[in-house]
């Protein structure tokens, strides 16, 4: 089986940075994209960035120019810099997979909790 176990959450002062990252294991023959979604209390999950395979990004709008999306073979990073209040949620991982004797499926991490306060 494939995993997804992301690591680097917690609580940040607003303007602070943090560095999550998401290590993916397993059985694993290729990875198309990964990304990052978020989820705060009470709202529906949003995307936030991702990241081809050939390395090419995209962003959520709130996010440009303050978080940076990277990868490194099975890892994906997320750079998060000037931090607000507003980014406070739960952020998952997420990668489309291939693993042994099966197709291309997507995969989720368990969340790490990012929480910006003062």
């Known amino acids: 089986q494939v995993q997804l176990v992301e690591s680097g959450g917690g609580l940040v002062q607003p303007g602070g940075s943090l560095r999550l990252s998401c290590a993916a294991s397993?059985?694993?023959?290729?990875?198309?994209?990964m990304g990052w979604y978020r989820q705060a209390p009470g709202k529906e999950r949003e995307l936030v960035a991702v990241?081809?395979?050939?390395?090419r990004t995209n962003y959520a709008d709130s996010v440009k120019g303050r978080f940076t999306i990277s990868r490194d073979n099975a890892k994906v990073y997320l750079q998060m810099n000037s931090l607000k209040p507003e980014d406070t949620a739960v952020y998952y991982c997420?990668?489309?997979?291939?693993?042994?004797?099966?197709?291309?499926?997507?995969?989720w991490g368990q969340g790490t909790q990012v929480t910006v306060s003062s």
């Open positions: 990241i081809t395979s050939g390395g």
């Open positions: 997420n990668a489309e997979v291939r693993a042994f004797y099966q197709n291309y499926r997507t995969y």
């Open positions: 397993g059985r694993i023959v290729n990875i198309n994209d």
